[in-house]
């Protein structure tokens, strides 16, 4: 059983950066495809982007080219770096891996 905890979250100004953090424990060998989704105030939670094994990580057009995600297996550990963050990214992040997710971490963006 893995269980996942995210933190990093916090309130930023638009253009600003945030670093999230997503730890890992329990059974680390069983998670092959590991990302990130948001759910903003009144809306659906949607995928921002995941890393699958060691390929090149995907994400989704709304954050392409602002939000970076990237994996430590030594600290089991998978990182989204946001950088040029817009109002509209405001949402709660959520961590997952297949069949489990974390229990999110706000991120607010002020205009």
């Known amino acids: 059983q893995v269980q996942l905890v995210e933190s990093g979250g916090g309130l930023v100004q638009a253009g600003g950066s945030l670093r999230l953090s997503c730890a890992a424990s329990?059974?680390?060998?069983?998670?092959?495809?590991w990302g990130w989704y948001r759910q903003a105030p009144g809306k659906q939670r949607e995928w921002v982007g995941h890393i699958i094994g060691g390929s090149l990580p995907k994400y989704a057009e709304s954050v392409k080219g602002r939000f970076t995600i990237s994996r430590d297996n030594a600290k089991n550990t998978l990182y989204l770096q946001m950088i040029s963050l817009k109002p509209e990214d405001t949402a709660v992040y959520y961590c997952?891996?297949?069949?489990?997710w974390g229990q999110g971490t706000l991120v607010t963006v002020s205009s």
């Open positions: 329990g059974s680390i060998s069983s998670i092959v495809i």
């Open positions: 997952n891996a297949p069949n489990v």
